[in-house]
Nanobody, 125 residues
Framework: QVRLIESGGKLVQPGGSLRLSCKAY????????MGWFRRAPGKGREFVGS????????QYGDSVRGRFTISRVNAENIVYLDMSRLNSEDTGLYYC??????????????????WGQGTVVIVSS
């Protein structure tokens, strides 16, 4: 069992920046890919980004590429999502997830087997 706890979500102004954190409990994350997803109000789940087990490779969704960065500190069992140049379309519930079957990052939500409860990001003036 892995428990994932996201934090850092809050109200932020357009153009601002924010860092989200995802802390894992119950298992070390160092051998597994981690991902971030989001769900905007009234919309389906969207892939934000993912990172491989050692943090050497990350991939991003089209809408956030170049603005968001994923990183991880395996020694602390934490994954971060650094978001910049935020706009209203970034508003949503942000989830992290872990793929305990693979070291390599993937955009496919079906590959992830444990999910956090999410943290809310609101981008508004």
């Amino acid at each position: 069992q892995v428990r994932l706890i996201e934090s850092g979500g809050k109200l932020v102004q357009p153009g601002g920046s924010l860092r989200l954190s995802c802390k894992a409990y119950g298992r070390t994350i160092s051998n597994y890919a981690m991902g971030w997803f989001r769900r905007a109000p009234g919309k389906g789940r969207e892939f934000v980004g993912s990172i491989n087990y050692e943090g050497s490779h990350a991939q991003y969704g089209d809408s956030v590429r170049g603005r968001f960065t994923i990183s991880r500190v395996n020694a602390e069992n934490i994954v971060y999502l650094d978001m910049s140049r935020l706009n209203s379309e970034d508003t949503g519930l942000y989830y992290c997830a872990i793929d305990t079957d693979s070291r390599w990052s993937t955009y496919d939500a079906d590959n992830y087997d444990y999910w956090g409860q999410g943290t809310v990001v609101i981008v508004s003036s």
